[in-house]
């Protein structure tokens, strides 16, 4: 199967940046795509990014689009989320998750396997 740990969430000003790892171990070679979601208490789930398992295809949610940019280490198996110009309203837990479907997108449903999460707080 396919394990995910996600690093690097923390408390940060508004305006900072934090990047955020996604660890993939496993048989991380059935992977697709990894995506990035995020989860406000009380909230639902929402898409932020994705990338290719070759890295060559990404997209990001309307409300990141200009501010966080996601990439992959093949060598590492690990995906990154650099996160600037953060702003109070990207607080929420950050869980990173894979699919092993060809036509996924942006739908939680669509991925199999989930990181544990971990926290973002962005004061004012």
């Known amino acids: 199967q396919v394990q995910l740990v996600e690093s690097g969430g923390g408390l940060v000003q508004a305006g900072g940046s934090v990047r955020l790892s996604c660890a993939a171990s496993?048989?991380?070679?059935?992977?697709?795509?990894i995506g990035w979601f995020r989860q406000a208490p009380g909230k639902e789930r929402t898409f932020v990014a994705y990338i290719s398992a070759s890295g060559k295809s990404t997209r990001y949610a309307d409300s990141v689009k200009g501010r966080f940019t996601i990439s992959r280490d093949n060598a590492k198996n690990t995906v990154y989320l650099q996160m600037n110009s953060q702003k109070p309203e990207d607080t929420a837990v950050y869980y990173c998750a894979a699919t092993t479907t060809l036509y996924s997108g942006t739908s939680p449903n669509e991925y199999d396997y989930w990181g544990q999460g971990t926290q973002v707080t962005v004061s004012s």
């Open positions: 496993g048989r991380t070679g059935s992977i697709y795509r």
